[in-house]
């Protein structure tokens, strides 16, 4: 009788064992996979995120968002308005830089960095007469800021206006004779001089 209760003993034993191994393989999750929301992921370092193309790097995309929320709660602010709109330029987000530039300049009209920089961004857009008319109003006020003569040379040969960009550049050199753009200008202007 203890041999057949021992035997009954054992088989339930081993019939609990596979039973919860069983279990711990396919019914719960096991200890090395994330059950968080979205695809199963395996335990360790992140993977790099996939963003879609164009979109701003995680940590970027937040400092946009924290600006832009700022730069909205206060809209008399120009130094948020120009934090958000230098962010947005080096992100390449062209369109939306020239608002926020334009808003810093209502606030603060003489800042030839943001006037400079609104022209960059028309330039890039491909809206030259913008471009050019935001450079002059810089050089208005500051005569030999090298970024805006830089910027309407390039402008003026995109117009195919050579004489007006060599005016520009002839400018600059003597203004900034060390301007990390002048030898890019003048292999420019000698490429439009040669005949094609």
Known sequence: MRRGLLITALVFTAIGFVGGYVYTQYAAPPRSVSTLSGPVAMAGPEPEATLPEGHPPLDMAQRWRTLQQQAEANPNDSKTALELANLL??????????????????????????????????????????????????LEIEPNKPQALYGTALTRLSQKDTAGARQAYEQLRRAHPEFPGNDDLAKRLDAEAKPR
């Open 89 to 138: 330029f080096d992100l390449q987000r062209w369109e939306d830089a020239t608002f926020w530039y334009k808003r810093a300049l209502t606030l603060e009209p003489k800042n030839t960095d943001a006037r400079t920089d609104l022209a960059t961004c028309y330039f890039n857009l491909g809206r030259y007469d913008e471009a050019l008319k935001e450079y002059s109003a810089s």
